[in-house]
């Protein structure tokens, strides 16, 4: 399931990205007593009483007509347009100004649950300044210090009180889920059509033209399929055309939503730095992972050049190592049938279970063709492992001293069972805890 968004909106200097560093915990968010500071939006990612989430931290909205406040309110209203919930901050010591109502105006009209936080009531002296902020509309207000951390736990169990109510598209156990990320223009729209055989998705040679995910349910091959189609990923930093700026984000929420990522990279201008960093989000979620390189018709090449562009791969996605890779043109459909039985493949291994006497003898096996390490007289003893979930697989190995167990040998044994059960496509979790001996 995605993780829900939030969204700190209020006019500039009210401590908004105090509020967010506090949230995420850590300091994300460049913190100054300067209206404006904060040009561009942040993401982070929050959790309170079991809820995790998203959040974005704005720039203010300010209706004036400097550019600057022009485009920090531009990035308020995508903002407010992605969130599910809205936290609204204003500030206690100035009370209500025109600068609030005219932000409350906008929300009114986002249709999205709002939760009010009055921010700098440091103490209870300061209580009765909330009472004005009922004229909001926005029900009960809620008195905070972003500075000092006061009264947070109350505002986001109202934040998360909302939660429940965000709804989204059950699919059956059995339907795999699928998205496509990647740059822009490296073709993943034309690989969508490509894929469904029509022309659901929007296809342009201008960079972005997907504007939002899109599910799209099919079946093929007696299957159940929805493939996610998400907006191209910009590097950050760099001024973009404004609905651009949530690709990252939308992207995020589609990989949570899926058992299988096509990365997709464009075959004829090879591999940038970029596309490491959007494989990474697929990676660090544990879904299952599909290089797909796309535009394959387009490339010279000769019989190496296949050989060759793969070794690159290999060296540039090293945390990759586990994921296949397509080649394929969605231009002329070169070798598109290859790709659903990948995805079929690595999505049964994303879910695949392990007995646990299967696991323990493959473990027992390993540590008697490579002992376990010592150190300072010391050895490691391994008593057992066990498969404690899926999606990806995750073990448990049970042993006398954590502290002895290095990472080399914990990649050997993942190894060997990688070797053993197969494991393509899919990353998988391995946790040491300690267990005393009887």
Not at 277 to 293: D, L, N, P, Q, S
């Amino acid at each position: 399931m995605a993780k829900p968004v939030v969204a700190i909106v209020g006019r500039p200097n009210v401590g908004k990205s105090t509020i967010f560093n506090r949230i995420v915990g850590e300091r994300m968010a460049i913190v100054e007593d300067t209206p404006g500071v904060t040009r561009d939006r942040l993401y982070g990612n929050g959790e309170w009483l079991g809820w995790h989430f998203h959040i974005i931290d704005t720039g203010g909205i300010d209706l004036g007509d400097e550019p600057l406040l022009f485009q920090m309110r531009e990035q308020a209203h995508l903002a407010i347009e992605e969130a599910d919930v809205i936290l609204f901050i204003c500030d206690g010591e100035d009370g209500v100004t025109g600068a609030d109502e005219e932000v409350a105006q906008i929300l009114y009209r986002s249709k999205k649950p709002v939760v009010l936080g009055v921010n700098k009531i440091d103490n209870p002296e300061r209580r009765h300044n909330l009472f004005e902020f009922y004229s909001l509309g926005f029900g009960e207000p809620t008195g905070i210090s972003g500075a000092h951390g006061i009264g947070l736990g109350d505002l986001l169990d109202n934040v998360v009180a909302h939660f429940e109510r965000v709804e989204e598209e059950e699919y059956d156990e059995s339907t795999i889920l699928f998205s496509l990320i990647g740059r822009p223009n490296v073709g993943k729209s034309s690989l969508v059509n490509a894929i469904l055989g029509t022309e659901r998705v929007i296809v342009s040679d201008i960079a972005g033209t997907t504007r939002d995910a899109i599910d799209t349910p099919f079946h093929r091959n007696d299957r159940d399929y929805v493939i996610i189609d998400t907006a191209g990923m910009r590097k950050r930093g760099k001024v973009y055309e404004k609905t651009e700026k949530y690709s990252v984000l939308r992207a995020q929420r589609a990989i949570e939503r899926s058992d299988v990522v096509l990365v997709v990279l464009d075959g004829e201008e090879g591999i940038i730095e970029q596309d490491k960093k959007i494989a990474g989000y697929a990676h660090e979620a544990g879904r299952a992972v599909i290089i797909v390189v796309n535009k394959w018709d387009a490339v010279e090449k000769d019989h190496k050049t296949m050989d060759e562009f793969k070794e690159k791969i290999r060296d540039e996605f090293q945390f990759l190592s586990y994921a296949p890779i397509v080649f394929l043109s969605a231009k002329t459909k070169q070798k598109l049938h290859q790709l659903l039985p990948v995805i079929d493949q690595v999505a049964e291994n994303h879910s695949m279970r392990i007995q646990t006497s299967h696991l323990n003898d493959v473990i027992s096996d390993a540590t008697a063709m490579t002992p376990p390490p010592s150190d300072k007289g010391n050895r490691l003893k391994i008593f057992y492992a066990t498969q404690v979930s899926v999606k990806p697989p995750t073990f448990v190995i049970f042993v006398n001293d954590p502290e002895l167990m290095h990472f080399s040998y914990q990649r050997f044994l993942e190894n060997r069972i990688r070797e053993t059960f197969g494991f393509i496509g899919t990353p998988i979790r391995i946790y040491i805890r300690k267990r005393q001996e009887n």
